[in-house]
């Protein structure tokens, strides 16, 4: 049986079947978790990205997911979504959510035990933290999941805080 545990810390260094990376669309790397993912992995997480067939350069649109090999990561697989840039894209949330539900719909499917979130959107892409935290958590508990250990690996004080808060407000007493 799955739970859902909480870590700040570099996602990179996860145990885990599958980490989740915070893609852009191209899925050729980038800044904040995505960079510190790729740079981890190594050259092979980023030949895997470039066999994603692209449509207009578009490897993994917004609220999808894709799934590769994971390079020199503990991982087996590396899934990238893209999150949503919250002010920009239209309807954020159901985005966010998608973008995490898919990501646990592929790690199911490739036969995942446990996988490893950052708080996808939530640096670059501007999503206010607290109410990305709750549709995280939202998603991830739902039945479907309950068999896989989920772990959200988080960067700041406060973004862990935050999470902490929105798991415990889904654990009513």
């Not at 799934?67 to 991982?75: F, K, V």
């Not at 933290?129 to 988080?154: D, H, N, W």
Request: charged share 15%; net charge neutral.
């Amino acid at each position: 049986m799955g739970a859902i545990k909480i870590v700040q810390g570099d996602i990179t260094q996860a145990a885990v079947d599958v980490i989740v990376n915070a893609a852009n669309s191209q899925m050729l790397g980038g800044g904040g978790v995505d960079g510190a993912i790729h740079r981890a992995a190594g050259p092979k997480l980023l030949e895997a990205c470039k066999k994603v067939t692209a449509e207009n350069g578009i490897r993994c649109p917004t609220g999808e997911a894709r799934i590769t090999e994971a390079g020199n990561l503990r991982a087996k697989y590396v899934i990238h979504t893209v999150g949503p840039r919250y002010g920009i894209d239209k309807n954020p949330e159901t985005l966010l959510s998608s973008a995490y539900q898919n990501s646990l719909d592929l790690a199911m499917s490739h036969g995942c035990e446990s996988i490893a979130f950052p708080a996808i959107s939530c640096g670059v892409y501007g999503y206010p933290p607290q109410e990305a935290a709750g549709i995280a958590v939202a998603v991830c508990k739902r039945p479907a999941y309950q068999s896989l250990m989920t772990y959200f690996y988080l960067f700041s004080d406060k973004v862990t805080a935050l999470w902490m808060a929105a798991l415990e407000r889904s654990n009513p007493i």
